[in-house]
């Protein structure tokens, strides 16, 4: 039996991929939230089960997702402590807990994995990445990667790398909006419609990130095969690096990286 302790964005986005990419079935869920409308409409939504409390669900389940906000976790974790045994797998997705922030809580030997999805896990293109405790085995993370292989691309990287990943993919779709929302300004101050405008930027940002997945090739090299001399793009580009625009996106991955490093230090 699968659990799931949290159901807000996260939690609910996760539940809904596995479910609709028939990876558990419904009847082999177990679902819980403090806050019964949200528990109860994922219920009615999705018929999986649910449970009364947080050790309920512990003592049904083997396999137990933690999807609630980092503030909340450290009180979870203590709910869950005296029903949990060297059995259960916990799988947290909170942004800044590390590691040894479970091992601390609940002894050196729990199994926990820890996942940093994004948004886009909504629509099926998601960027996860996992890393396990040594408590776990690589069958044990090969079968959580497979779950949220069906939310989108799912690797696996040293725990090191997460404040790198929550900077980068973590925070990066919101780094794009704003990006394509730019874009269609552009557009709209050029004559466009905001709807035509959003589309087409859209549609642009999905091309160029597809070219590079399907060819590999760098996208410096794609950028100077675009870019003839003298012409529009070069006009186009030329805006861009005046706007320092290169510098403040990677900045913005250090800047929100940094966050997460220090968000570990506050708890
Ligand atoms: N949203 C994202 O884009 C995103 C991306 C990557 C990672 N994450 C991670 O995902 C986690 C969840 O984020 P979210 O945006 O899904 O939060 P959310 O929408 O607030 O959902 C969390 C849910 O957990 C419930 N909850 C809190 N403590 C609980 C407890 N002890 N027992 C049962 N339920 C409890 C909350 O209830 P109340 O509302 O009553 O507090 C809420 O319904 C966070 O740790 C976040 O770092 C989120």
Redesign the pocket.
Known sequence: MLGF???????GTLLEGIIKNQLVAPEKIVI????AG?MLSLKDKLEVNTATN?QSLCLETQKIFL????Q?MK??LL?MKPVLNAGHLLIS???GLYISFFQKHLGKSVKIIRI????PCLVGEGMSVISRSQAVSEGEEKEIAALMGSLGKVISLEEKHMSAVTGLS?SGPAYIFLVMEALADGGVEMGLSRDVALFLAAQTVLGAAKMFLQTGEHPAIMKNKVTSPGGTTSAGLLALEEGAVKASLIKAVIQSAQKEKNMLLEK
């Open positions: 302790i949290g159901c807000g964005t996260m939690g819980f939230d403090q806050d949200k947080v999807a609630v906000k980092p909340d009180e979870l709910e997705v909170a942004a940093m999805p994004n948004t973590g």
